[in-house]
């Protein structure tokens, strides 16, 4: 079977300011989305998983039907403040969503195969999704997920620091690690951190996580049980995130092997709203390459 697409589109977008998932770079009204799901139809997946919040349901319907009927299966997933809670009351203080992990969890009934998992607002490149096909189609088990890996200083905003997850490699090149950094910025052409933790400094081959992740269907039992300790824990903490990164780590604690599998293509996104102008001129570079058409959908 294709694997399947999943793309995190229920974020709030608090630094950028609007709802830049849907917000048009290319020059036909093209979002990053569109240029991620060209990419993933080419390199073999099958059908696509929007996970979004119920209310931006007919927009995003509307901004995708015609585009993707007859190209590729597509289905909506909804992450709202109240799933997978066991009955438990949502703190009136909670406005954010639960985060990355919860979102994962709430694709569960819809998705059915080897999967990715993207950022709605990142853009990944083709050599990413070819990547991550072929593992998913030849090596994805129970036991062998893997994370598509990008050197640091591709990663960097000109316009703000950064949080990047910095991958720890063991001995057979495989994750050991992923350590959320906060306040990733470049000075004086040296690569800094201001969340206080050592290295102080990192390089800029430094292999980082960009929240794109291959698993199998086996592993939402692995984020609801997870998700019932989270909450158990941290219900009452307005701010608290379940995010993907510690259900990775408490797989590789039980045995499961993360493959890093580094990838050539050039990543971009949308943090600060101050980077849009510098997206368009990259995806219009890529256009005048050849690499995409200036109609990705005609």
């Given at each position: 079977m294709k694997p399947t697409l999943v793309i995190l589109a229920a974020g709030m977008a608090s630094r950028y300011g609007s709802m830049k998932q849907v917000e048009a770079f290319g020059p036909n009204g093209e979002t990053i989305m569109d240029y991620s799901i060209s990419d993933a139809i080419k390199a073999g997946f099958g059908k696509v998983?929007?996970?979004i919040r119920k209310q931006f349901e007919e927009n995003f319907h509307k901004l995708f039907a015609s585009k993707l009927d007859g190209k590729v299966d597509y289905e909506f997933a909804f992450q709202e403040l109240d799933m997978f809670l066991?009955?438990?009351e949502v703190p009136a203080e909670r406005t954010k969503p639960w985060g990355t992990g919860h979102a994962v969890l709430c694709t569960r009934d819809v998705v059915k195969t080897p999967f990715a998992v993207i950022n709605a607002d990142d853009f990944y490149?083709?050599?990413a999704f070819?990547?991550?096909a072929q593992f998913l189609t030849t090596e994805c088990n129970e036991k062998t997920y893997a994370v598509i890996g990008y050197p640091l200083v591709n990663t960097l905003s000109e316009h703000g620091t950064v949080n990047r997850g910095v991958c720890g490699l063991d001995a057979q090149g495989n994750l050991a690690t992923v350590v959320e950094r906060i306040g990733i910025g470049v000075k004086d052409g040296k690569v800094l951190v201001e969340d206080g933790l050592q290295p102080a400094e990192l390089s800029k081959d430094t292999v980082v996580s960009?929240?794109?992740?291959?698993?199998h269907p086996s592993v939402?039992?692995?984020y609801e049980r997870d998700f019932k300790t989270f909450i158990k824990?941290?219900?009452t903490v307005p701010k608290a995130e379940f995010l993907i990164p510690a259900v990775v780590d408490n797989f590789i604690k039980e045995g499961g092997a993360v493959k890093v599998i580094t990838t050539s293509a050039q990543w971009f996104g949308v943090t600060y709203k101050e980077d849009a102008p510098a997206v368009q001129k990259q995806l219009n570079d890529?256009?005048?390459q050849g690499v995409y058409s200036p109609n990705l959908w005609g």
């Open positions: 998983v929007f996970l066991d009955g438990s490149g083709y050599d070819e990547r991550a960009m929240n794109f992740w291959c698993f939402f039992d692995l824990d941290n219900i890529l256009i005048n």
